[in-house]
């Protein structure tokens, strides 16, 4: 006969009233970050062939869409727009009548409460597809890109954002749009930081919902290289330093790690971005029946906060709303 177990761990897990009680990590609605493709054009809701139930939406589109949003109980979107043209400095990033300051005034009027967070990058607006000014040798010049970063963020804040995110990983960016935005007297707009963020190739569908492939060349110039872990644990220290007041692991799932130790050493709020490629896969996986897409959606999102995020930015937000609400 076996020996009877003297410790039965089973004892709280015998009831779904149990298994709530002593349930350690909750995911919420608060926990979610909506990204929002905004672009010109009058009533248009353009799907996104690699992203399923994902769209490109036009200005106008966006207060009946942020009411619904804000009814689900996200408390933020974050915008990344499509230009109607593009040059070498990606000058409609900077324009006050710029597709994303359209956005943010149109949602702001709609509902003010809901925070508006700015994607601040340039390969979106360039037309090299490369996240800063680039050189006759195809190198992105990192100083000179501060410049156009700092009159970027000062026009999304005189539009009204509550929240500016640089993702482009250009040294020193945090630093030099913290001056601008304090000489520009927008000392109330906050930064979250894409501080530790990987030249991953989980990014392939945003690429076509961006618009924003590079055309020569790739991104590991600046992105960071997948293999190193403690590499993104200084990054995440120096954009705390430069003064950040959040910091963001990009992608979520394959970089868990990082978050892990992230959230051990720091005490900034850490946001994760569930990045389309992870939504894609989960799409795929779904669509052929192989897995329940409400439940490992579930479970993706809640290991990430599991892990450290006290934010998840995730394509999966709307969904992941009505069924934690349900």
């Not at 933020?76 to 070498?88: C, M, Q």
């Not at 990058?121 to 990192?142: A, F, P, W």
């Not at 872990?229 to 868990?256: F, H, N, Q, T, W």
């Not at 050493?265 to 389309?276: D, F, G, T």
Request: with cysteine.
């Amino acid at each position: 006969m076996s020996p009877v177990p003297v410790i039965r761990p089973r004892r709280l897990r015998r009831t779904a009233a149990l298994r709530r009680m002593v349930r350690e990590t909750t995911l919420t609605p608060d926990d979610l970050i909506y990204p929002l493709f905004v672009t010109h054009g009058r009533d248009r809701q353009q799907p996104i062939g690699s992203m399923p139930g994902q769209f490109q939406w036009s200005v106008d589109r966006l207060p009946r869409l942020a009411e619904q949003i804000a009814t689900l109980g996200i408390p933020a979107v974050i915008l990344f727009g499509l230009p109607a043209s593009k040059d070498a400095i990606g000058s409609e990033n900077f324009a006050a009548d710029g597709i994303v300051q359209q956005a943010i005034r149109a949602i702001k009027a709609a509902v003010p409460e809901l925070v508006v967070i700015t994607d601040v990058c340039m390969c979106e607006y360039t037309d090299h597809g490369h996240c800063g000014i680039v050189d006759e040798h195809g190198y992105v010049v990192n100083d000179a890109t501060l410049d156009i970063l700092g009159r970027v963020v000062v026009s999304h804040a005189a539009a009204g954002a509550d929240i500016v995110a640089p993702s482009g990983m250009i040294d020193g960016a945090v630093a030099a749009i913290r001056a601008a935005l304090d000489r520009a007297g927008a000392q109330q707009v906050a930064i979250m930081a894409y501080a530790a963020k990987f030249a991953s190739s989980f990014y392939g569908p945003f690429r076509e919902a961006a618009d924003s492939p590079p055309r020569f060349g790739d991104r590991t110039q600046y992105q960071m290289d997948p293999a190193n872990g403690r590499e993104a644990l200084r990054e995440l220290a120096l954009d705390a330093a430069e003064g950040a007041d959040i910091l963001m692991v990009k992608p979520a799932l394959p970089y868990l790690d990082v978050l892990s130790q992230a959230r051990q050493r720091c005490e900034l709020p850490l946001a994760a971005y569930h990045v389309s490629g992870e939504y894609a896969m989960i799409k795929a996986a779904a669509a052929n029946g192989w897995i329940d897409e409400r439940n490992v959606v579930l479970e993706s999102l809640t290991a990430i906060k599991r892990a450290g995020a006290d934010l998840i930015l995730t394509y999966y937000a709307l969904d992941a709303a009505r069924w934690l609400r349900s």
